[in-house]
C-alpha cells in the first residue's frame, strides 16, 4: 500500500484502489495483493455498493479509479523506453568485440603463412620420417611374429611324429605323456600370441594335435584296457598304465571331460541291453514280457558290475604311484620321463575321486527306473503280470551283483542306492499286493457259509440235529468256494517270492493266515454225516443211495482242500519252507476228515456183501463157484455204482485215496472166498478168471489206471493157487517159495487155502468127513460163524504190505486144528507132514 501512495500521490485515487481491493478481498476470501489471483470478473460488492449511491458519487469513484489506471499505464510505458535503451546499449558493445576478434583472426592468418613460407619442408620431411620409423618397427614386429609361428608349427610338426607308431606299453604311454607335456608348453606359448589368422591357424592345428593325442590316449589306454579288467581289479601293469593316462589328461586339461566321456559310453553300452521293442510286442497274455525282462535286466546287470569294476579301477589309478611299483627294467622311465617322478596332483576327497562310480550308478539305474515306470504305465495293475510281481526278482539279481562289488569300496552305498532306486517301492507293493489279494480272498471264500450258520443259530454244522443238518446242507452246499483261484494267486506269489528269502517268508505269513482261514471255514462246513457212506441196510440186500447233500459238502470241501494243497505243496521243497508254519497247515489240511472213512464203509459193504455165501446153514468151505460168482458180480455193480454217483465228483487225488483202500477191500473178499472153493473143475476155474477180471478192470476204471502192485500181486497169486496142484505141498517146504512162486499173499492166507485143499480133498473118507463137519474151523477158532472166522484172514490181507517180511499168526492154530483129525495122516501122509511144518514154522 506504502508503494501505490508512492505512485499515484492522488488521495482520491488512492481511496477509490484500496476500496476496490478490500471489496475483491473479502469476495474471493484471499489477499488479492499477496496472491494475486487470476481475476476475470467484477467485484460483485463493488458492484452493489456502487450501486446503492448517487450518480455523482459513482461518476466521481470511476474518475478516481480510472486517474489510477492511467497512471499505472504510463509508468509501464516508461519501464519498456528504460530496458529498450539498455538492450542498444549492449548491442554496440558486441559488435565493437567483432570487429576485435575480425582483427585478431587476419593477424593469425598471415602469422600461419609466414611460418609455412618459412619451416613447410622441414615439417613434411619430419612427418615422412616418423611414418617410415612406424613401418620399419611393425616390419620387425610382424618379422618376429612369423618366426614364432614357425617354431610352434615345427614343435606341433615334431610332436606329431612322436605319436605316430606308438603301441599300448607302458614306455609307450611314458613316450606319450613327455609329448603331452610339451604340447601344454607350446599350448601357453600360443595363448600368449596376439590374435589374428595365423594364431588361429595355429591354434587349429595344435588343437588337433590335443585331440588326437587324447583319443589315443583313450583308446588306447581306456578303451582296450579299463573295459577289459577283471574282477580284482588290481593289476598292477593295467593301474600303471591307467595311471600314465591321468597324467596325460591332467596335462592337456582334459581330465573331467574323459572321464565323462567315460562315463557316457558305459551308461550308453549298458541301456543298450535293454530292448524295449521287444519288451512293448511281448505277448502280455502269457507274460512273455517278464521273461524278456528279466532276461534282459540278467544282462544288463552283468554289464553295470562288469562296467563299475572298470570304472573303479579307472577312479583308483588316480592317486597310483607309478613311480613306486616300476620293474627294474622300467626305471629308466622316470628319466626320460620327469614329469612321471614329480609330486603328482592326489585328490583326497573320496567322493570326488569316486565321482565316476557314482555318476555312472545313477544314470545306469536312471535307465531301468525309466523301463520300469514306463512298462508299470502299459501294464495292469489288476492283474499278476505287472511290474510288481518282479519285485523279488530284482532284489535278489541286485542282491547277487552287489555281493560280486564287494571289493569295490566307495563311499557311496551302490547296493543300498540300487535298492532304494528300483526295489524299495515295489518291495512294498509287492507285500501289500500279497496282503490284499490273498487274505481278503479266503476270508470272503466261507462267508455264505458263516451267515447260514449265523442264520440257524450255530457255529458249525456238527452242532447240528442230522434231520437239520441235511436240510442245512442243501443251502450250504451252493456256497461253497470251488474254483482254485486263491491257491493259485498263492502259488503266484510264493513262486516269484522263492528267490528273495525276505519277501518269501512275508509271504509265507500271509499265505499261513490265509491257509488257516480256509481250514477253519472246512471244518466249521464239514458234516458228521457226510463222512461216512452208509451202503447196507444188513443181510444179503444192498441198499445203494445216491450221495445226499452232507456227502455232497464233504466231497466239495475235500476236494478244494485237496486243490489247494497240491497246488502250494509242490511249490516249499526247501527246507526252511518245510518248517514254516504254513507247511505244517497244509499238512493239518490232509487231516480233516471229510471222506477219510468212505473206503472203510464201502469196503466193509462190500464184505458184507459176500457174507451171505457162508450164511444160512450152509457147510463150512462147502460152498459153491457160482456162489463167489455172484457175490463177485454185486461187487463189481457197487463199485460202478459208486464210480458214477461218488468217486466221479472226486478230484483225481481223492479218487486214488480212496480206490487203494477200496480196491485192497474187494479182492481180499473174493480172494478169500474164491481160495476156499475146492477143488475146482476147469469150467470153475475159468468163470472165476473172468468174473475176477471184470472186478479187476471195474476197480482200474475207477481210478483211471490199473491197479496197485499189491492187489496186483494178490491176483496174480489167486491165478497161480488156481492152476498148481500137489506140486503146491513141494514149493511151500523153501524159505523163499513166495518169490520163487509169485504167491505174494499174507501166510496167513496161504495156511487157509492148504487147510481147504486137505478138508475137502475127495479122497477123505466119509467117517473123517462127519468127524470134520463135526468140528468146524470157526468153532474150533471160537468164531460165532464161518463169515467172522474168514474175516480174520481177510484183516491179514488188507494190513498185509508186499516185500515186508510176515509171520502167521494163525498158522499155528491151523496146525492145531488139523492135529485134531488122527485120520488125515493115512490119507495124506507126505503132504500132511509139510503142511504142518509149514504151518507150525510160520
Known amino acids: 500500500m506504502a508503494q501505490?501512495?508512492?505512485?499515484?500521490?492522488?488521495?482520491?485515487?488512492?481511496?477509490?484502489?484500496?476500496?476496490?481491493?478490500?471489496?475483491?478481498?473479502?469476495?474471493?476470501?484471499?489477499?488479492?495483493?499477496?496472491?494475486?489471483?487470476?481475476?476475470?470478473?467484477?467485484?460483485?460488492?463493488?458492484?452493489?455498493?456502487?450501486?446503492?449511491?448517487?450518480?455523482?458519487?459513482?461518476?466521481?469513484?470511476?474518475?478516481?479509479?480510472?486517474?489510477?489506471?492511467?497512471?499505472?499505464?504510463?509508468?509501464?510505458?516508461?519501464?519498456?523506453?528504460?530496458?529498450?535503451?539498455?538492450?542498444?546499449?549492449?548491442?554496440?558493445?558486441?559488435?565493437?568485440?567483432?570487429?576485435?576478434?575480425?582483427?585478431?583472426?587476419?593477424?593469425?592468418?598471415?602469422?600461419?603463412?609466414?611460418?609455412?613460407?618459412?619451416?613447410?619442408?622441414?615439417?613434411?620431411?619430419?612427418?615422412?620420417?616418423?611414418?617410415?620409423?612406424?613401418?620399419?618397427?611393425?616390419?620387425?614386429?610382424?618379422?618376429?611374429?612369423?618366426?614364432?609361428?614357425?617354431?610352434?608349427?615345427?614343435?606341433?610338426s615334431a610332436l606329431k611324429l612322436e605319436i605316430q607308431n606308438l603301441g599300448t606299453s607302458l614306455s609307450d604311454f611314458v613316450s606319450l605323456l613327455n609329448t603331452a607335456h610339451k604340447l601344454s608348453e607350446v599350448l601357453i606359448e600360443i595363448d600368449g600370441m596376439q590374435h589374428n589368422d595365423m594364431r588361429d591357424f595355429i591354434y587349429k592345428h595344435s588343437n588337433q594335435l590335443k585331440s588326437d593325442i587324447v583319443n589315443l590316449t583313450y583308446d588306447g589306454g581306456i578303451g582296450n584296457l579299463v573295459k577289459r579288467a577283471e574282477a580284482s581289479g588290481s593289476d598292477q601293469g593295467l593301474l600303471n598304465v591307467i595311471t600314465v593316462c591321468h597324467l596325460i589328461f591332467r596335462e592337456l586339461g582334459v581330465a573331467p571331460e574323459c572321464s565323462l566321456r567315460l562315463v557316457d559310453e558305459m551308461v550308453a553300452s549298458t541301456g543298450r541291453c535293454i530292448d524295449m521293442h521287444q519288451l512293448?510286442?511281448?505277448?502280455?497274455?502269457?507274460?512273455?514280457?517278464?521273461?524278456?525282462?528279466?532276461?534282459?535286466?540278467a544282462e544288463f546287470m552283468a554289464k553295470y558290475k562288469k562296467c563299475l569294476i572298470a570304472l573303479y579301477t579307472f577312479c583308483r589309478s588316480v592317486n597310483f604311484r607309478v613311480s613306486e611299483h616300476l620293474e627294474k627294467n622300467e626305471q629308466h622311465l622316470l628319466t626320460d620321463c620327469p614329469t612321471l617322478s614329480q609330486t603328482t596332483h592326489f585328490v583326497h576327497n573320496p567322493f570326488e575321486l569316486y565321482a565316476a562310480c557314482e555318476l555312472y550308478a545313477k544314470r545306469s539305474l536312471g535307465i531301468i527306473q525309466t523301463v520300469l515306470n514306463h512298462l508299470e504305465s502299459q501294464s495292469s495293475s489288476s492283474d499278476l503280470s505287472d511290474v510288481v510281481m518282479l519285485a523279488p526278482q530284482l532284489i535278489t539279481m541286485g542282491e547277487c551283483t552287489h555281493a560280486d562289488l564287494k571289493h569295490v569300496k566307495i563311499h557311496f552305498n551302490l547296493h543300498g542306492h540300487y535298492f532304494r532306486a528300483i526295489c524299495e517301492k515295489y518291495a512294498k507293493e509287492f507285500m501289500t499286493k500279497a496282503a490284499e489279494c490273498i487274505l481278503p480272498e479266503s476270508k470272503t471264500a466261507f462267508l455264505g457259509c458263516y451267515r447260514l450258520l449265523k442264520q440257524n443259530d450255530v457255529n458249525n454244522m456238527k452242532e447240528l440235529s442230522p434231520e437239520r443238518e441235511l436240510h442245512v446242507a442243501s443251502s450250504l452246499v451252493r456256497t461253497l468256494p470251488t474254483n482254485d483261484n486263491l491257491a493259485q494267486m498263492i502259488y503266484e506269489f510264493l513262486d516269484k517270492s522263492r528267490c528273495c528269502d525276505t519277501l518269501h517268508q512275508h509271504v509265507l505269513q500271509i499265505a499261513n493266515s490265509a491257509v488257516h482261514n480256509i481250514l477253519n471255514g472246512a471244518k466249521v462246513a464239514s458234516t458228521n454225516s457226510g463222512h461216512r457212506l452208509m451202503l447196507s441196510d444188513g443181510g444179503s440186500k444192498i441198499a445203494l443211495r445216491k450221495p445226499n447233500d452232507m456227502q455232497n459238502v464233504n466231497?466239495?470241501?475235500?476236494?478244494?482242500?485237496?486243490?489247494?494243497?497240491?497246488?502250494?505243496?509242490?511249490?516249499?521243497?526247501?527246507?526252511?519252507?518245510?518248517?514254516?508254519?504254513?507247511?505244517?497247515?497244509?499238512?493239518?489240511?490232509?487231516?480233516?476228515?471229510?471222506?477219510?472213512?468212505?473206503?472203510?464203509?464201502?469196503?466193509?459193504?462190500?464184505?458184507?456183501?459176500?457174507?451171505?455165501?457162508?450164511?444160512?446153514?450152509?457147510?463150512?468151505?462147502?460152498?459153491?463157484?457160482?456162489?463167489?460168482?455172484?457175490?463177485?458180480?454185486?461187487?463189481?455193480?457197487?463199485?460202478?455204482?459208486?464210480?458214477?454217483?461218488?468217486?466221479?465228483?472226486?478230484?483225481?487225488e481223492g479218487r486214488m485215496k480212496i480206490f487203494k483202500r477200496l480196491s485192497t477191500y474187494a479182492i481180499s473178499a473174493f480172494v478169500i472166498y474164491s481160495i476156499t472153493v475146492w477143488p475146482l473143475e476147469e469150467d470153475d476155474k475159468m468163470s472165476l478168471l473172468g468174473v475176477m477180471?471184470?472186478?479187476?478192470?471195474?476197480?482200474?476204471?475207477?481210478?483211471?489206471?490199473?491197479?496197485?502192485?499189491?492187489?496186483?500181486?494178490?491176483?496174480?497169486?489167486?491165478?497161480?493157487?488156481?492152476?498148481?496142484?500137489?506140486?503146491?505141498?513141494?514149493?511151500?517146504?523153501?524159505?523163499?517159495?513166495?518169490?520163487?512162486?509169485?504167491?505174494?499173499?499174507?501166510?496167513?492166507?496161504?495156511?487157509?487155502?492148504?487147510?481147504?485143499?486137505?478138508?475137502?480133498?475127495?479122497?477123505?473118507?466119509?467117517?473123517?468127513?462127519?468127524?470134520?463137519?463135526?468140528?468146524?474151523?470157526?468153532?474150533?477158532?471160537?468164531?460165532?460163524?464161518?463169515?467172522?472166522?474168514?474175516?480174520?484172514?481177510?484183516?491179514?490181507?488188507?494190513?498185509?504190505?508186499?516185500?515186508?517180511?510176515?509171520?502167521?499168526?494163525?498158522?499155528?492154530?491151523?496146525?492145531e486144528y488139523l492135529g485134531k483129525f488122527k485120520m488125515l495122516e493115512s490119507v495124506f501122509g507126505q503132504r500132511l507132514e509139510d503142511t504142518f511144518a509149514f504151518l507150525s514154522s510160520h
Open 555 to 652: 466231497i466239495r470241501l475235500y476236494q478244494y482242500l485237496t486243490s489247494l494243497v497240491n497246488i502250494l505243496e509242490p511249490c516249499m521243497t526247501r527246507s526252511s519252507d518245510q518248517e514254516s508254519q504254513l507247511f505244517h497247515t497244509l499238512q493239518e489240511c490232509k487231516t480233516v476228515e471229510l471222506i477219510d472213512h468212505w473206503a472203510d464203509d464201502v469196503g466193509e459193504t462190500l464184505w458184507h456183501t459176500v457174507s451171505y455165501i457162508s450164511s444160512g446153514g450152509c457147510q463150512e468151505f462147502g460152498w459153491f463157484v457160482h456162489q463167489v460168482l455172484t457175490a463177485a458180480q454185486h461187487m463189481v455193480k457197487i463199485c460202478k455204482f459208486l464210480r458214477e454217483n461218488y468217486f466221479n465228483h472226486l478230484p483225481t
Open 4 to 156: 501505490m501512495e508512492d505512485i499515484l500521490k492522488d488521495p482520491d485515487a488512492i481511496d477509490a484502489c484500496r476500496h476496490l481491493l478490500h471489496c475483491y478481498n473479502n469476495d474471493l476470501g484471499v489477499d488479492v495483493l499477496k496472491e494475486m489471483p487470476d481475476i476475470k470478473t467484477a467485484s460483485a460488492s463493488f458492484l452493489s455498493q456502487i450501486a446503492g449511491k448517487p450518480a455523482e458519487q459513482v461518476t466521481d469513484t470511476l474518475e478516481n479509479l480510472n486517474h489510477a489506471g492511467l497512471i499505472v499505464k504510463a509508468l509501464r510505458h516508461k519501464a519498456v523506453l528504460n530496458n529498450t535503451s539498455d538492450i542498444i546499449q549492449s548491442v554496440g558493445e558486441v559488435n565493437e568485440l567483432m570487429d576485435n576478434l575480425d582483427e585478431v583472426t587476419e593477424s593469425v592468418a598471415e602469422l600461419r603463412q609466414s611460418i609455412d613460407t618459412r619451416y613447410g619442408s622441414s615439417i613434411i620431411l619430419y612427418k615422412e620420417l616418423d611414418d617410415d620409423i612406424k613401418k620399419l618397427e611393425r616390419i620387425s614386429a610382424v618379422q618376429s611374429y612369423v618366426i614364432d609361428c614357425i617354431e610352434v608349427l615345427n614343435s606341433i
Open 280 to 297: 512293448m510286442n511281448a505277448d502280455s497274455c502269457d507274460n512273455m514280457w517278464q521273461q524278456f525282462f528279466i532276461s534282459q535286466f
Open 693 to 815: 477180471t471184470d472186478l479187476e478192470m471195474e476197480l482200474a476204471e475207477i481210478s483211471n489206471e490199473s491197479l496197485h502192485k499189491t492187489e496186483s500181486d494178490y491176483l496174480l497169486a489167486f491165478r497161480r493157487l488156481l492152476y498148481l496142484g500137489d506140486e503146491l505141498f513141494d514149493m511151500i517146504k523153501t524159505t523163499d517159495f513166495q518169490s520163487h512162486a509169485c504167491l505174494w499173499l499174507p501166510l496167513d492166507v496161504i495156511a487157509l487155502h492148504l487147510v481147504t485143499r486137505i478138508v475137502n480133498d475127495v479122497d477123505i473118507p466119509p467117517a473123517l468127513r462127519e468127524e470134520v463137519m463135526q468140528l468146524p474151523l470157526h468153532k474150533f477158532m471160537g468164531e460165532p460163524n464161518i463169515h467172522a472166522m474168514l474175516s480174520r484172514f481177510h484183516t491179514s490181507m488188507l494190513k498185509y504190505k508186499n516185500g515186508i517180511a510176515n509171520s502167521s499168526s494163525l498158522g499155528k492154530k491151523l496146525g
